[in-house]
């Protein structure tokens, strides 16, 4: 069966710092990979996707990027981080290909607190 | 553009009522349609899903029918518990993305 793991769980770290969340994904071959952020009570917002390695789409113009270096492998960093960065990441992955609609599944988040 | 409005609650009830959280979108095609809960510090889970019009998706006493007339997808439960307490979130996927509503509250009191 396919599980996702996402770290770390949680995360306190100063303005200015950089930043580093690893997902991964395993059971799977070619997924879709994607990264939200849901700030406080509020909804989910897409900052990347990607089809496949070094295919990244970007939703937002902001100050984090994403890379995929390996196939099952997804990450989200920051070179400066501001105070508006803090939220609840949440990294999730589908079928890229197959039958059907594949649902997206998501990991167990990193809470980012930027003081 | 893709778009899902739901209630945005917060919703309270009592232990054994039922449960209906409205949900519309306005999309494009033919998307699909999924209901998303998510406890506390977690991240989203799958609750169920319909690919196409007229489809009933269930789980765990869960349903919701895709309505393309009316544009719908909203979730009922005939008896809720307090362990269905949550946010849960409508969304709607199309092509490679996904839209999601802004999330339900609900609260079940014992």
């Known amino acids: 069966s396919q599980t996702i793991h996402q770290w770390p769980a949680t995360l306190v770290q100063p303005v200015g710092s950089p930043l580093s969340l690893e997902c991964t994904v395993e059971?799977?071959?070619?997924?879709?990979l994607y990264w939200y952020r849901q700030a406080a009570g509020r909804g989910l917002q897409l900052l990347f996707y990607?089809?496949?390695?070094?295919?990244i789409s970007s939703e937002v113009p902001q100050n984090l990027s994403a890379s995929r270096p390996q196939d099952r492998q997804f990450i989200l960093s920051s070179k400066k981080l501001l105070l508006s960065d803090s939220g609840f990441y949440l990294c999730?992955?589908?079928?890229?290909?197959?039958?059907?609609?594949?649902?997206?599944?998501f990991g167990n988040g990193t809470r980012l607190t930027v003081t | 553009g893709n778009s899902v409005t739901q209630m945005e609650g917060p919703v309270t009830l009592s232990e054994e009522a039922f449960l209906t959280i409205n949900c519309t979108y306005t999309?494009?095609?033919?998307?699909?349609l999924f209901w998303y809960v998510q406890y506390p510090g977690e991240g989203l889970q799958l609750l169920l899903k319909?690919?196409?019009?007229?489809d009933k998706g269930s789980n765990k006493g869960f349903e919701a029918t895709y309505r393309k007339e009316t544009t719908s997808f909203h979730l009922e439960k005939g008896s809720v518990q307090v362990s269905d307490s949550a946010v849960y979130f409508c969304?709607?996927?199309?092509?490679?993305?996904?839209?999601f509503g802004p999330g339900t509250r609900l609260s079940v009191l014992p």
């Open positions: 319909a690919t196409k019009a007229d």
């Open positions: 999730a992955w589908r079928a890229g290909t197959g039958t059907g609609y594949s649902p997206l599944h």
């Open positions: 059971g799977t071959s070619n997924p879709n």
């Open positions: 990607s089809i496949g390695i070094d295919q």
């Open positions: 999309a494009t095609g033919y998307p699909s």
């Open positions: 969304a709607l996927g199309y092509g490679q993305n996904f839209v």
